[in-house]
């Protein structure tokens, strides 16, 4: 497998703002065969697919309803061989995530994004291992857009500079879909955000600690991407972790394990941990009182 490196002006954006861009990873047509093979399983009347909370409910009968069902599709590549030997287990994005984590390499958590056309719901501000709450900020996150991901259609913002700080705990919001970063921080944040607008075949990636965020779809357009972070065997044993249980090999001694259904990375439960739940609004209300 040959080697990648990042440009000096990765580089330098990576150091100082906390993410950068890569261009065509994946040719655009097997972006488009790959977003096929997802519209194919959300159109299905009972998909076999794990989902987050479903936007509409109820769900009407209508191919444009059922394509509105999901926000997110959890270990999706455990489904389908096109995605796994394309994305998360191909040799692009490999080569990459090997820049940063050597010749050993396990794929921690993998997941589809859906956010259509006019119902796409918004995904808080949040840092990565503020929801893992495992202590890990030497993983490697990627997400990849499918169709082009654009201000106009809610593409990802990042807040440059904000991986330099600490891990923040999350607050779980009555009406939050998962931890988010307590909303006194985020509030006015919108003027200094960076958005990552990127087209079918490029992804962004970024530092585990960075604050990031995508707004709700309002437009016509929907857009579909797949997301991954890489760790290595020498991670997952410092930051041993209850929901990482699923970790796939991806890379061993630098050869790419390309063979599907992929390889379960071995982890004994009883090694791991669950993580610390995350901060109720009521606990964060009354420590600001109290200040």
């Known amino acids: 497998m040959t080697t990648w490196s990042p440009t000096a002006d990765q ?6 703002d906390g993410y950068f861009i890569v261009r065509n990873v994946i040719p655009r047509e097997t972006a488009a065969e790959l977003r096929g093979v997802i519209k194919n399983t959300v159109l299905m009347p009972e998909p076999d697919v794990m989902a987050d909370a ?30 796994w030997l394309n994305v998360h287990g191909g040799p692009a994005i490999a080569r990459i995530a090997s820049y940063f984590l050597g ?30 709450r495992d202590g890990d900020t030497a993983a490697f996150n990627f997400w990849m857009a499918l169709d082009p991901a654009t201000r106009a259609n809610g593409c990802l913002q990042m807040m440059p500079g904000s991986h330099k700080g600490e891990i923040i705990p999350h607050v779980l919001y009555p009406d939050s879909i998962h931890g988010e970063l307590p909303r006194h921080l985020t509030a006015g944040i919108q003027e200094r955000v960076h958005h990552v607008e990127i087209g079918p075949g490029d992804i962004v990636c970024w530092h585990s ?20 972070v890489y760790s290595s065997p020498s991670l997952i044993a410092s930051n041993p972790k209850w929901s990482a249980r699923r970790c796939l090999w991806v890379k061993k001694k630098g050869e790419l394990c390309a063979q599907f259904p992929p390889e379960p990375y071995p982890l004994e439960e009883a090694d791991l941990h669950r993580p610390s739940p995350w901060r109720e609004v009521e606990d964060r209300l009354e420590e600001e009182a109290a200040d």
């Open 11 to 16: 580089a330098r954006q990576y150091e100082e």
């Open 54 to 83: 479903d936007p509409m409910d109820p769900m009407g009968d209508s191919a444009k309803a059922r394509e509105a069902r999901f926000r997110k599709l959890s270990n999706y590549c455990f489904r389908a061989p096109l995605i």
């Open 103 to 132: 010749d050993d390499l396990v794929l921690k958590f993998n997941s589809c994004f859906l956010k259509p056309a006019r119902t796409g719901s918004a995904t808080p501000w949040h840092q990565d291992n503020g929801l893992w």
């Open 209 to 228: 600690s960075m604050w990031h965020y995508s707004p709700p779809n309002p437009s016509e357009q929907g857009r579909i991407a797949i997301a991954g």
